[in-house]
């Protein structure tokens, strides 16, 4: 029998507002019989089609209701009480959609009118009206539920119960001069400027922001969206810094790595995606990507990209709006200036102006996060900047080359002349007393002289989970070129 019947109704259904969810079985073990290998699961509960009936057909309704409600779809294994073997995907095909609106003029009909073709579940709350519902109550909204003021009376009448409730969107017709939107889910005054006038065009602005807000967007044009691109070269500890700030700050980052970064600051860097797949530092998360085609899907979801590209190679195929070269090797590894419309390199090895737009001083001191925009960065000295009177002594680079066999690990307090590691059958020791705040990773393959730890003389008022003063000074220096290149593009050519 063909399965087309189980789509009957389902267009009325999510018109009605209902989310849908079809649930497939992938495959089966042991005793699990069924009738059908698919099935449609509404957000009230219902649904057409079968799987094979019983209390795991149940148990599968209500957590494909659930799905449905937060939105996200899940593949899960469920045993019957035969001890068979379901494979289920339950894949959310549209999410439950409500929408609640205060007032009865004529920006309120032409947004339930929107609202509706846009299959939500709109209803009006006006005492005016025969046709509006009665009332309103925190419990009449959930987290699928918008609300919009269109009137002051009844703002003032329900806005602290809609306060109260689980809406993921709570919005007003307001001037700009008098808004009062103090969370994210609150937006007063509502809608996205488009410059609308007609009660249509706010209808059009107000529904696309509560679309935005239910799918979690910002709600700016694609465009845009793809020209707050940047590239940033390398993912140790000061470029971390800088990819989280420009992330926080709305921009889309990808950050370009090798195969096998050789940090040591490992607990603020985002390279450790490269060997573990995930990494994340201040709760924001990185994931590694095999190819350039996976770059904006990971935006979608949240995440930072970070793809293995040595040479950078994907530069000219992505063209960024902002590369940023924060590979820190006090040398130019292959970034032009020509590269994007803004380049940026952090710390020696590049002039402004010829290598690069702009560079950001590195050098622990006064001039640290200086912008330079004619001239280089101090020059390399080889030594360390200075903490507590320690410069040189608090770094320990490989004595010989090998792998390495980690003794102690980063947050450790060690003390002067412990061993840490050994580099083959070499010991390496603290040359200060500390905390050890970084540590290449166990089992690297070291060459002799690769700087392979650091200690923090300040001992247990370090802090090695957390970017540093010095990676915060830098990032805010990038971040600050990058919003005024956004403001004002011009100038910077």
Not at 374 to 392: D, F, H, M, Q, W
Not at 442 to 450: I, R, S
Not at 459 to 477: C, F, L, N, P, V
Request: glycine residues 10%; contains cysteine; charged residues 30%.
């Amino acid at each position: 029998m063909k399965s087309t019947y189980l789509f009957d109704g389902a267009e009325k259904k999510e018109k009605e507002g209902l989310g849908i969810a079809i649930v497939t079985l992938l495959a089966k073990s042991g005793i699990a019989s069924r009738s059908e290998s698919r099935m449609i699961v509404y957000s009230d509960g219902t649904s057409s089609g079968t799987i094979g009936g019983g209390d795991v057909e149940r148990l599968i309704i209500r957590e494909a209701s659930a799905a449905i409600k937060s939105g996200e779809s899940v593949r899960k294994e469920y045993l019957n009480r035969h001890g068979g073997k379901l494979d289920i995907l339950i894949d959310v095909v549209s999410r439950e959609k409500k929408a609640i609106i205060f007032g009865s003029g004529h920006v309120s009909r032409a947004l339930e009118e929107v609202l509706s073709f846009l299959h939500f579940d709109v209803s009006i709350v006006d005492s005016s009206l025969s046709d509006s519902r009665n009332g309103f109550s925190s419990s009449d909204a959930d987290e699928n539920t918008a609300l919009i003021f269109t009137d002051h009376a009844n703002r003032d009448r329900y806005y602290v119960e809609a306060k109260k409730s689980d809406a993921f969107y709570i919005g007003a017709l307001s001037s700009r001069v008098k808004a009062v939107s103090t969370d994210e889910k609150t937006f007063i005054p509502s809608g996205l400027d488009i410059g609308a006038i007609s009660p249509e065009e706010v209808a059009v602005s107000i529904a696309s922001e509560i679309v935005a807000s239910l799918n979690k967007r910002r709600g700016i044009s694609i465009k845009e969206e793809r020209r707050r691109f940047i590239i940033v070269r390398g993912a140790g500890d000061l470029a971390t810094a800088v990819i989280i700030r420009l992330k926080r700050a709305g921009y889309n980052v990808l950050a370009l790595e090798t195969g096998r970064p050789s940090v040591i600051r490992r607990t603020v860097s985002l390279a450790e995606a490269v060997y573990e797949g995930r990494a994340a530092v201040e709760g924001q998360e990185a994931v590694l990507i095999d190819s350039i085609s996976s770059v904006f899907p990971s935006f979608d979801e949240g995440l930072i990209p970070i793809l293995i590209d040595e040479k950078g190679d994907s530069i000219k195929a992505l063209r960024p709006t902002v590369v940023v070269d924060a590979i820190i090797a006090k040398r130019n590894l292959g970034t032009g200036i020509d590269n994007a419309p803004l380049t940026i390199a952090l710390g020696p090895g590049f002039t402004a102006g010829v290598d690069v737009d702009v560079v950001i001083e590195t050098k622990r001191g006064h001039a640290l996060g200086r912008i330079i925009k004619s001239g280089s960065a101090i020059e390399n000295t080889g030594v360390p900047g200075l903490i507590e009177g320690y410069g040189r002594e608090r770094v320990i680079h490989s004595p010989s080359d090998g792998a390495i066999r980690n003794v102690r690990k980063i947050g450790d307090i060690v003390e002067k002349d412990e061993i840490i590691a050994y580099v083959g059958d070499v010991a390496v020791k603290a040359g200060i007393g500390g905390m050890l705040r970084g540590l290449i990773r166990d089992g690297y393959e070291c060459t002799k002289g690769l700087k392979i730890a650091d200690i923090d003389p300040r001992g247990e008022r370090a802090e090695y989970s957390t970017m540093s003063d010095k990676a915060r000074s830098i990032s805010g220096a990038v971040l600050e070129v990058v919003d005024s290149f956004f403001s004002c593009p011009v100038k910077w050519k």
